[in-house]
């Protein structure tokens, strides 16, 4: 069983930055893949970012070169720095971790505007 805790969000300017943290309980979490998917208003959830146990990373074409996933087994955390923030990045943001099954946070919001 792993619990996911997200904190961090907020509202910024476009290009501002904004970090996302997360905390998980469970021993699994830290040979888990963690990640970061996002659901604007009306729109499906979409990937992020994962970053494996080992921490080999993935991000969406729409991210790269601007967000950052890392992690942090000793600690249980994941984060996900955001540089140059654009409107279109405004979702909620939710921590997932996977072993076998999905595990999801509740989510934060992040609101960029123009």
């Known amino acids: 069983q792993v619990q996911l805790v997200e904190s961090g969000g907020g509202l910024v300017q476009a290009g501002g930055s904004l970090r996302l943290s997360c905390a998980a309980s469970?021993?699994?979490?830290?040979?888990?893949?963690a990640g970061w998917y996002r659901q604007a208003p009306g729109k499906e959830r979409e990937l992020v970012a994962t970053i494996t146990s080992v921490g080999s990373t993935n991000y969406a074409d729409s991210v790269k070169g601007r967000f950052t996933i890392s992690r942090d087994n000793a600690k249980n955390t994941v984060s996900l720095q955001m540089n140059s923030l654009k409107p279109e990045d405004t979702a909620v943001y939710y921590c997932t971790a996977k072993f076998g099954t999905n595990y999801w946070g509740q989510g934060t919001q992040v609101t960029v505007s123009s």
């Open positions: 469970g021993s699994i979490f830290r040979i888990s893949i």
